[in-house]
């Protein structure tokens, strides 16, 4: 499943970050999800709570946030899309570039420090 690759990989993230910091552990995980990263929410807690065994996550809690999916246009229109559909709600072409909303970022580590 392609969820347990993201989270194994934000996993190494945290872990590292919370080496970085010489805390004990992380406490809070959020994240946020491109509506066009293709990675479904409940899928990647499932995972979390699977992978997160043995690691400075164990005791953490994961947050999932969404986030809408951004375009930048060559007629300067800046803003979200409509209805789902990749092109522009005020040129209508198909010719734009996405700004947010394709990836999943790590938004925000709370971490337990001694
Ligand atoms: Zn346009």
Redesign the pocket.
Known sequence: MHEFSIVSSLLDLVEADVRKHEAKAATRIVVRIGEMSGVVAELLTEAFHVCKRGTLAEQAELVVEKQEVLIS?????KGPIKDRRFI?P????AD?EATAGEEMILQQLEMEVE
């Open positions: 246009c060559g007629c300067g229109y522009c005020v040129c209508g072409t734009v």
